[in-house]
């Protein structure tokens, strides 16, 4: 079985936290402990949803020194895939699921001798628990957490709370909008940044930070893509010898393992890797979705993550 | 004299570039004998050297082989220039000038392997990723070897094997190299023959 080692859970709590994020708590189905993670990290979230079966990576938000359970935050997307929208509308205290371990493709960069958080909105759930363990182990951090409103900033009041003036917010409503050239030409040798929010956020923070001389090495972000939706289009299988019908809803890795093939991943949304799979004959046009593949990769057409990426042509086959 | 070019080696063996000028909120160059020119030539190649400059510090020492090329350096008119006797008498400075910087400042470190790891040992302890640092060797190849047995380390090394200035075991010098110490690896070669010591033969100069 591919993926990460599954865990079956039970849902604890289901918690609305704003008109539009509500927070879910699973713990084991044995009352066992749940594997340790570091700050992050996040799980995927099995779910069956009328025949199909989905599985959406979240960020891990509670205290990594705490794994009697584990508590994931999540906005609810109403023109997304659906993921999302079964997790408000079908997921209840009591319902039994299946999680993955842990995967932590944002961990801290523990040579840092700062660390500097920038949230923009759901995006601060990874920092949360990246700032308890930051917190635990003494080490300096600030986060500066941008929303467009008090009541849409999620846990802003507790973190606030927990972390005092390490606290900054940022509301377009009340005209306190982060001056961020001024905090990055004012971080001390040795900051790392860390960014989740929106696409156009982390252009943002990227590129002034290199403008002003900040080394990739230091600049950390994550960014989980949806899989795009797109037109119906056919995939051979050479390995497994198939021939299957990829949804306009669907992506490449949820029709292949709809078939009964067993095809690996991590975090399906297009950061990982883990799913690069070889094209044995394409004729017609790879639609590259991931940040995985470099651009030359891409335009040589000889790989293809199935999480993220769609087809349009006559044929493709691929190693699977 | 240019940028040395070593053999290929194993992988913990330092490789070193060439200084580019880079965008950023100032530039620390920590540099030693010849490594001078490698800084001469990196301004040359700015764009906007006289900006450049008005936010660059430069320190220098005078390397291994007694090559001080302290004039060239001071005559180009950077924010400052410090001149230092030795790269042990430069540590404060160092040390103080990394405590105040900010992110956005760009290091590059030019000349011999020991100012260069040292240099680097301090840059990388104040937080900045290895990788983000640029390096060129020039001049002399002398090595900076530490004894893996008493753990003494001994400056400026010309010859293979060479003596322990501490513990006085002979010691064959590696390409093995640790960034945490600065200092190539220097393993006994008469362990197992005592007294049966090939005759040293000059290999850095």
Redesign the interface.
């Known amino acids: 079985m591919s993926g990460a080692e599954q865990i079956p859970v039970v849902v604890k709590e289901v918690v609305p936290v704003n008109d539009l994020i509500t927070r879910f708590r699973f713990v084991h189905r044995e009352g066992r402990r749940l594997p340790s993670f570091s700050g992050g990290a996040h799980t995927v979230v099995e779910m069956d949803d009328n025949g199909i079966r989905r599985r959406n990576p979240y960020s891990l938000m509670g205290d990594p020194a705490d794994t009697s359970g584990y508590s994931i935050s999540v906005r609810r997307d109403d023109v997304g895939r659906g993921g999302s929208l079964y997790m408000h509308r079908v997921v209840r205290p009591g319902m039994e699921m299946v999680i993955s371990n842990p995967v932590n493709l944002f961990a801290l960069?523990l040579?840092?001798?700062?660390h500097l958080f920038i949230a923009g909105g759901i995006g601060i759930t990874p920092f949360i628990a990246m700032m308890a363990q930051a917190h635990r182990f003494g080490q300096r951090f600030e986060l500066h957490y941008a929303a467009r409103s008090r009541s849409l900033g999620a846990y802003m009041g507790e973190l606030s709370e927990r972390y005092g003036d390490r606290v900054h917010l940022h509301l377009d409503d009340e005209g306190t909008r982060l001056d961020l050239e001024r905090l990055?030409?004012?971080?001390?040798?040795?900051?790392h940044v860390y960014i989740c929010g929106p696409k156009p956020m982390l252009a943002w923070v990227i590129d002034t930070?290199t403008?002003?001389?900040?080394?990739?090495?230091?600049i950390h972000y994550e960014e989980f893509l949806a899989p795009p939706t797109g037109q119906t289009f056919e995939v051979e299988l050479a390995a497994s010898n198939k021939r299957i019908t990829v949804g306009a809803h669907q992506s490449l890795l949820e029709a292949i393992e709809a078939a009964g093939v067993d095809a690996p991943y991590l975090c399906r949304g297009g950061a990982c890797g883990q799913c690069e799979t070889d094209v044995l004959a394409c004729d017609g046009r790879i639609l590259h979705n991931d940040h995985w593949l470099t651009d030359a990769q891409k335009a040589e057409g000889t790989k293809i993550m199935p999480c993220m990426s769609r087809f349009e042509g006559r044929l493709l086959v691929l190693d699977r | 004299m240019t940028k040395t070019i070593f053999e290929p080696s194993i992988l913990s063996r330092p490789v070193y570039g060439e200084l580019e000028p880079?965008?950023?909120?100032g530039h620390l160059m920590v540099a030693d004998g010849e490594g001078a020119e490698a800084i001469l030539d990196c301004l040359a190649r700015a764009p906007e050297a006289a900006a450049m400059l008005a936010r660059t510090h430069i320190i220098y020492c005078p390397g291994p082989n007694g090559t001080d090329l302290s004039d060239r350096l001071a005559a180009l008119g950077a924010a400052q220039f410090h001149r230092a006797p030795s790269f042990a008498a430069a540590l404060p400075r160092l040390r103080r000038v990394?405590?105040d910087?900010?992110?956005?400042?760009?290091v590059y470190l030019a000349g011999t392997e020991g100012l260069i790891g040292q240099a680097l040992r301090e840059v990388?302890d104040?937080?900045?990723?290895h990788?983000?640092v640029q390096t060129e060797h020039r001049g002399s190849t002398v090595r900076r070897v530490q004894c893996v047995h008493c753990k003494g380390i001994t400056e400026d090394v010309r010859t293979d094997p060479f003596q322990c200035s501490h513990c006085g075991l002979w010691l064959f010098v590696r390409d093995h190299y640790s960034r945490r110490i600065a200092a190539f690896q220097g393993v006994n070669i008469d362990a197992e023959d005592p007294g049966q010591v090939p005759t040293p033969v000059v290999r850095f100069q």
């Open positions: 960069d040579r840092a001798r700062k990055l030409a004012r971080q001390p040798l040795g900051t930070a403008a002003l001389g900040w080394p990739s090495e230091a | 880079r965008r950023g909120q990394l405590g910087a900010r992110m956005g400042t760009q990388t104040a937080g900045l990723p990788t983000a």
